[in-house]
Nanobody, 115 residues
Framework: VLLVESGGSLVQPGGSLRLSCQASGFTFSSYIMSWYRKAPGKERELVATITSLGGSTNYADSVKGRFTISRDNVKSTVYLQMNSLKSEDTAVYYC?????????WGQGTQVTVSS
């Protein structure tokens, strides 16, 4: 089982990034997918969740209206489109897969928002 995040980078405030999480080794379309983030000195935070077929999404209040989670079950990939980025969005972003009694995490990708 692998979850590989990519797309993290240094970006200026107000900018945009799209994170990707490529999954393999399990039936991706049967799993709920989530993005979390962990900033230095802060607790890990649930950012967004999408159900297995993409019919429902949920967001942390801190990112509502700015971030969009989506998935492509053919490509076994979940995305996080991040717009209007703020310095407080700086963190390592992780994807998580839950289903069939399993719980998988990726290794994370760094997002830094700074001028």
């Amino acid at each position: 089982v692998l979850l590989v995040e990519s797309g993290g980078s240094l970006v200026q405030p107000g900018g945009s990034l799209r994170l990707s999480c490529q999954a393999s080794g399990f039936t991706f379309s049967s799993y709920i997918m989530s993005w979390y983030r962990k900033a230095p000195g802060k607790e890990r935070e649930l950012v967004a969740t999408i159900t297995s077929l993409g019919g429902s999404t949920n967001y942390a209040d801190s990112v509502k209206g700015r971030f969009t989670i989506s998935r492509d079950n053919v490509k076994s990939t979940v995305y996080l489109q991040m717009n209007s980025l703020k310095s407080e969005d700086t963190a390592v972003y992780y994807c998580r897969a839950r289903g069939s009694g399993n719980d998988y995490w990726g290794q994370g990708t760094q997002v830094t928002v700074s001028s």
